[in-house]
């Protein structure tokens, strides 16, 4: 689809290149976002605070799901990053992708730390010389398990909104509150959205969110006010491992593919990207991540699709339908023959 101006298109779906200049921006820098590494994240929650603390964000209740150590849940409208907790029965690499909690008793399991072989205990740092796990060289620290203990891993995740390149938040949005900023990133203005909600179903990552005193919809930014003076967002800023990295998306995007092929090299064989490609149902996210298994796993859909994809087909069903009616209605007060 074109509105005719030379540079300025609304592709609903497929890759867009030019994410800014398609926004009515010529001159935009370049398309800013987010490449989250999840192996290298510590769930210290940092990022949570600093989003908080940065943004304002209300205090959101911190319930404890009783399933994990998570306590913020997921994604809202008072929760713009959130890192998630997962356990599982498995080691860092070497296992199929999925989780497996196969009657597993964690207290039990969390009990026989530091009485076995294979869990040394506190304060070590190799396992016997005769007693290495396979891939890590006698009386050294294990490239996949540093401490030697290969019974339960936790994956920890800081999601956030995605910034998609097609987002249906902002094109279903009917005052402007949304709209799409010079770095390529999607801004809501709080200020004149009229709490409708059509963009909560429309966000195919059920990141966006309507806060229950007002209904007005709140989510990432990705630090628009920081950016316009040079720096980085508040979350990356405060990452203690450079889990989070900020940076032009096209640089993100080959660094993350380094990063995949050195873990591959190391034996993490689940690693991918999510949410990287042009190619797909949303054109490439503006935040993407490295994770250690399927997306199901971090509660990430497998295949996302811009919700908004089909409406051209959709309203010229709606026409021809609408014009068929007609068709009939006035065909029925014509008048047969005698």
Known sequence: ???????????????????????????APPRMGFFTDTSVCIGCKACEVACKEWNAVPEDGLLLTGMSYDNTQGLGADTWRHVAFIEQRKPLAGQEPGVAHDDLDVFAAASRLGTGAASPGPGA???????????????EISPLSPDGRTELRWLMASDVCKHCTHAACLDVCPTGSLFRTEFGTVVVQEDICNG?????????YGVIDQRKDDGRVWKCTLCYDRLGVGMEPACAKSCPTDSIQFGPLDELRERA??????????GVSDARLYGESPDDGVGGDGAFFLLLDEPEVYGLPPDPVVTTRDLPGMWRHAALAAVSLVALAAGSFVRRPR
């Open 196 to 204: 409708c909600g059509y963009c909560v179903p429309a966000c195919p």
């Open 125 to 139: 740092t190799a396992p016997p010389p005769d007693r290495a796990p396979e891939g890590a060289p006698a009386g």
């Open 257 to 266: 593919q380094v990063r995949v092929a050195q873990l591959h090299a190391a």
């Open 1 to 27: 689809m074109s509105d005719g101006a030379e540079g300025h298109r609304n592709l609903l779906y497929g890759p867009e290149p030019d994410v800014a200049g398609a926004a009515g921006y010529p001159d």
